[in-house]
């Protein structure tokens, strides 16, 4: 028998100061059996990071085809394809071939290694933003998770900064490929 998918509650409250967006977004996101709670703190903030307003959550690990989030058009094309993790550059060139952009949220402990394999495969794709977040960031706020989610994140010239209850962090967004989207 399947494990089901952990369904937690999201309010998340973003100020993109560079990018000029204020909104609050509440929603349920699926964790499935086989996330880890770090990769779904990166979903979380790329959603915060890349959100445009009809950005949604994909199936995820669930389906392999699908980004972690998406934007489509109306006519069903995809405008924004996201990842977060390390995925191959197999994959994300191919996202890169029917997307019309796509950003990944690169995190993970290896995260150098992946710099050093596919940065170089990736280096021509002029509609890819791939961004690297510090993954002991993502841990400490892995390790406070809990199934309601109340965060507040301002990005502001590179640094993004989080508050959840009585907790306020921040880290660098290290850019790695395109321009911080505008």
Known sequence: MA???TIYRLQLQISNVDR?????????VARHPSETEE?????????????EPELTFTKGLSATDEPDLWLKGGDGTV???VEVGLPVSDRVIKACRHAEKVALLTCGKAASIWDQQH???????NNLLVIAVDQEFI???????A??????????EGILYLTTGTLT??????LKQGTFPH
């Not at 199934?147 to 502001?156: A, F, G």
């Open 3 to 5: 494990l089901p998918s």
């Open 20 to 28: 000029g967006i204020y909104e609050t977004i509440q929603t349920a």
């Open 39 to 51: 990769r779904l703190v990166a979903r979380l903030l790329a959603a915060a990071l890349f959100y």
């Open 79 to 81: 405008l924004l394809w």
């Open 119 to 125: 940065l170089p495969k990736l280096h021509k794709m």
């Open 139 to 145: 841990g400490g706020l892995a390790s406070q998770l």
């Open 147 to 156: 199934r309601t989610i109340d965060w507040s994140v301002t990005i502001t």
């Open 169 to 174: 962090c921040q880290t660098a967004l290290y």
